[in-house]
């Protein structure tokens, strides 16, 4: 509906967000002036700081504690009941994919659909497995058991990456972004990501992310790139602006193409990958409503086959063509609480 470029008005809220604050601030102005309960989102485990695990701030101090983002395996979705037990509507922040679970949540639990006061996505460009945080410690020379925090992002725009290593404040080892995820990161991504269509928040309210067409200096003061893709959102908006929570200015449609190039050349190659897919017999996701055949026709005739041989070659390598094995249904019993890593008990395939 709409798209804005600016920052967090609050300079605090800006340095330490990932891009320019946006998100944390009008999360802030949720809690502040439309009375909501809190704000559900992740942040690092504060006893296994390489785990993400859901938190309720209820505070500017809880919020900023838990700015910039995490690019290791998150799922805010796990304590959707801290929504629904809330006395007042809450703001979710997620993924893309996060959103969309807690919109089809919404649509069998009533409870929980009058309890969201704000839904706010964060572009997505595929999560990371764990094993990409361990190879970036590895190659900060880190072992994963000797840190005591790790912050992806932020602290100056695009910000670096940040290990502290226990026992010693003055130990601390810094990566600089486009090395971290350019060079690192991103060679780990999840196969499920590869196919996802959507990378800009398009169930959100309000959708953030970086303005990548302006040239960035290290460490310089961020930007964010907002959204808005509801009325709700559009009227949330407008209210921080006006009392000053975000400092915006109208941009350009164009904005969004221009500054997630790598984001629209994969809704664009994503027609390719399915027909790969389909080609092979495995099982393809049906997407409706992401006009998935018009972008694949906006490349170049040949580059159109690309991703249909890239992913015929992935499904080959990896062995997908092969029937996965079934099982009969079976109980696995876990810990009740996620944020612990523990398993009480685990289904082996032959009990199984």
Same mark, same amino acid.
């Given at each position: 509906?709409?798209?804005?470029?600016?920052?967090?008005?609050?300079?605090?809220?800006?340095?330490?967000?990932?891009?320019?604050?946006?998100?944390?601030?009008?999360?802030?102005?949720?809690?502040?002036?439309?009375?909501?309960?809190?704000?559900?989102?992740?942040?690092?485990?504060?006893? +296994?700081?390489?785990?993400?695990?859901?938190?309720?701030?209820?505070?500017?101090?809880?919020?900023?504690?838990?700015?910039?983002?995490?690019?290791?395996?998150?799922?805010?979705?796990?304590?959707?009941?801290?929504?629904?037990?809330?006395?007042?509507?809450?703001?979710?922040? =997620?993924?893309?994919?996060?959103?969309?679970?807690?919109?089809?949540?919404?649509?069998?639990?009533?409870?929980?659909?009058?309890?969201?006061?704000?839904?706010?996505?964060?572009?997505?460009?595929?999560?990371?497995?764990?094993?990409?945080?361990?190879?970036?410690?590895?190659?900060?020379?880190?072992?994963?058991?000797?840190? +005591?925090?790790?912050?992806?992002?932020?602290?100056?725009?695009?910000?670096?990456?940040?290990?502290?290593?226990? =026992?010693?404040?003055?130990?601390?080892?810094?990566?600089?972004?486009?090395?971290?995820?350019?060079?690192?990161? +991103?060679?780990? =991504?999840?196969?499920?990501?590869?196919?996802?269509?959507?990378?800009?928040?398009?169930?959100?309210?309000?959708?953030?992310?970086?303005?990548?067409?302006?040239?960035?200096?290290?460490?310089?003061?961020?930007?964010?790139?907002?959204?808005?893709?509801?009325?709700?959102?559009?009227?949330?908006?407008?209210?921080?602006?006006?009392?000053?929570?975000?400092?915006?200015?109208?941009?350009?449609?164009?904005?969004?193409?221009?500054?997630?190039?790598?984001?629209?050349?994969?809704?664009?190659?994503?027609? =390719?990958?399915?027909?790969?897919?389909?080609?092979?017999?495995?099982?393809?996701?049906?997407?409706?409503?992401?006009?998935?055949?018009?972008?694949?026709?906006?490349?170049?005739?040949?580059?159109?086959?690309?991703?249909?041989?890239?992913?015929?070659?992935?499904?080959?390598?990896?062995?997908?063509?092969?029937?996965?094995?079934?099982?009969?249904?079976?109980?696995?019993?876990?810990?009740?609480?996620?944020?612990?890593?523990?398993?009480?008990?685990?289904?082996?395939?032959?009990?199984?």
């Amino acid at each position: 509906m709409e798209v804005w470029e600016g920052y967090a008005t609050d300079p605090e809220i800006r340095f330490k967000g990932s891009s320019g604050g946006a998100v944390t601030a009008i999360a802030l102005f949720c809690l502040q002036h439309e009375q909501m309960a809190g704000v559900l989102h992740v942040g690092a485990n504060l006893e +296994s700081p390489l785990q993400n695990v859901p938190f309720f701030s209820k505070n500017k101090e809880e919020l900023l504690a838990r700015t910039g983002s995490r690019y290791s395996p998150a799922a805010p979705c796990e304590k959707l009941k801290w929504i629904e037990q809330a006395d007042s509507p809450c703001v979710f922040i =997620g993924k893309p994919c996060d959103v969309a679970a807690l919109r089809k949540s919404q649509s069998i639990n009533q409870t929980l659909n009058d309890k969201i006061g704000l839904a706010v996505s964060i572009f997505c460009a595929g999560t990371p497995t764990t094993k990409g945080t361990y190879d970036l410690l590895a190659t900060l020379g880190v072992k994963p058991q000797g840190v +005591s925090e790790i912050r992806y992002r932020g602290y100056g725009w695009p910000g670096k990456v940040t290990v502290k290593v226990k =026992g010693s404040d003055a130990d601390v080892h810094q990566l600089s972004y486009s090395e971290c995820w350019g060079k690192i990161l +991103s060679n780990f =991504g999840q196969f499920r990501c590869l196919i996802c269509p959507d990378t800009t928040g398009e169930f959100a309210d309000i959708a953030c992310g970086d303005p990548w067409h302006r040239k960035v200096e290290q460490s310089q003061p961020g930007y964010s790139l907002v959204l808005v893709r509801t009325e709700k959102g559009r009227e949330i908006l407008h209210r921080a602006m006006r009392l000053g929570y975000v400092t915006l200015a109208p941009a350009h449609i164009s904005t969004l193409p221009r500054s997630q190039p790598a984001l629209l050349n994969g809704r664009r190659t994503l027609f =390719g990958q399915l027909l790969a897919m389909h080609l092979m017999r495995l099982p393809t996701p049906s997407f409706n409503g992401f006009s998935l055949i018009e972008n694949w026709h906006q490349l170049k005739f040949w580059n159109r086959f690309r991703p249909v041989l890239a992913m015929l070659w992935h499904t080959i390598s990896e062995k997908l063509y092969r029937p996965q094995k079934k099982y009969l249904s079976g109980t696995i019993t876990v810990n009740e609480d996620f944020a612990s890593p523990a398993v009480i008990k685990t289904i082996s395939r032959e009990e199984t």
